[in-house]
């Protein structure tokens, strides 16, 4: 409808009236949610749920309503129709991954919303350096306030003996764009990619048409994080360097074998990684911006080399350390160099193959007394803010 006006007020006509519509919360959700259930069910892989309660709790279970992740019925409903009795591990895990989440959420998320904030709403006051600083805060803000939610989903379900879907796998560690999409929202990269890029064709109609396949899969993507062209750029950008990241692959490996490197030496992988970052820590621009025109000017700040000014950008100096110690610590957990385990019994370890990492009481107590202090901080300047996901 604004789209329409802009035109409309090209030929001097007067403007539509844009209703202001209340939608229901999670709505992209359960709707992605509900939608699945159908397609499966039409496809035959699924049998459909006869019985009208087990279906709305499938597509509104509390814990992942308003942020996911995604289910699938296959892997949801029938977990739904399983008795699960209180256990120890599952309590412990739950409150383990609630406290997690919490720390993501308000120690990390909600300390670095300040600065980042401050950044966008003025880049040229904070000059070149403290807006590129703050388009890198941006990618730990939003990771850690998603990746939080999911923690806080997964821990709720958990306490009820329901496993919801792993929506994260170390994202920043991603050595291609295609590969950020692979560990970054994988309920959602999963979803597109069963009901619209498998669809169009896949990978199964030749390169170019695999090439346009992937931009509309990005299309969509960026259309459903918001009606706005921000986000319509965020996900054309990140279908463009994915194309990119395939179109070049041969000519690539053909380099690297002229040369005789591997490709996935360490070296060169630790190149491609902080590459990645960056390109995602630029296209998250677009998608913190308010409109194309705010993304344009941080970016501009940043490309000017000029110096600026920290006043007003880092409030406290102990909410900044805070933040950045949080930060590490998280660094150091998804990096695999810290354990997180609780004892288990010996069945319980059987059933998780060994593979699940819980939090150790230790990490627990210290974590809880960080998001107390940090709550409390940001209740006292009125600092907190919403879950970022939330608003799709």
Not at 73 to 80: E, G, H, S, T, V
Not at 178 to 188: E, G, P, T
Request: one cysteine or more; a positive charge.
């Amino acid at each position: 409808m604004e789209n329409v006006n802009r035109l409309i007020a090209l030929g001097g006509g007067e403007a539509l009236s844009i209703p202001d519509i209340l939608l229901p919360v999670g709505i992209s959700f359960f709707t992605f949610q509900a939608i699945g259930y159908v397609i499966d069910v039409a496809r035959g892989k699924i049998a459909a749920e006869k019985h009208f309660g087990y279906f709305t709790l499938f597509v509104s279970f509390f814990p992942q309503l308003v942020a996911g992740p995604i289910e699938r019925a296959d892997a949801l409903m029938p977990q739904l129709k399983t008795e699960h009795k209180l256990k120890k591990e599952n309590i412990c895990n739950g409150l383990g991954l609630i406290i997690v989440g919490f720390f993501k959420k308000i120690a990390v998320a909600d300390m670095l919303a300040g600065p980042v904030n401050a950044i966008f709403d003025d880049p040229e006051k904070a000059g070149s350096g403290l807006a590129a600083l703050g388009a890198a805060m941006f990618a730990v803000q939003i990771f850690c306030d998603f990746s939080g939610y999911t923690d806080i989903a997964k821990g709720s379900a958990e306490l009820l003996g329901i496993r919801l879907s792993k929506n994260f796998d170390k994202p920043y560690a991603a050595v291609s764009i295609n590969d950020f999409w692979r560990r970054w929202h994988i309920s959602l990269s999963g979803w597109f990619r069963e009901y619209i890029y498998f669809p169009l064709g896949g990978s199964r109609r030749g390169e170019f048409r695999t090439c346009i396949n992937l931009m509309v899969v990005f299309l969509v993507s960026g259309l459903w994080h918001g009606a706005a062209w921000h986000f319509v750029v965020w996900g054309v950008l990140h279908g463009l360097f994915c194309v990119i990241d395939r179109v070049t692959l041969k000519p690539r490996n053909r380099f690297w074998e002229k040369l005789k490197v591997k490709p996935d030496g360490a070296a060169i992988l630790t190149v491609r990684r902080i590459l990645t970052f960056l390109v995602v820590c630029f296209l998250w621009i677009f998608f913190r911006a308010s409109n194309i025109a705010e993304a344009w000017n941080v970016i501009k700040v940043i490309f000017s080399f000029k110096a600026g000014s920290a006043e007003g950008i880092f409030t406290s100096v102990a909410a900044a350390v805070v933040a950045a110690a949080s930060t590490a610590v998280l660094l150091l957990i998804d990096s695999g160099r810290v354990e997180l385990s609780l004892p288990m019994s010996e069945s319980a370890l059987k059933n998780n193959k060994g593979v699940r990492k819980l939090i150790s009481p230790a990490a627990i107590v210290i974590m809880t007394w960080t998001v107390i202090w940090a709550w409390l901080f940001l209740s006292s300047t009125s600092a907190g803010s919403a879950f970022i996901y939330f608003q799709f």
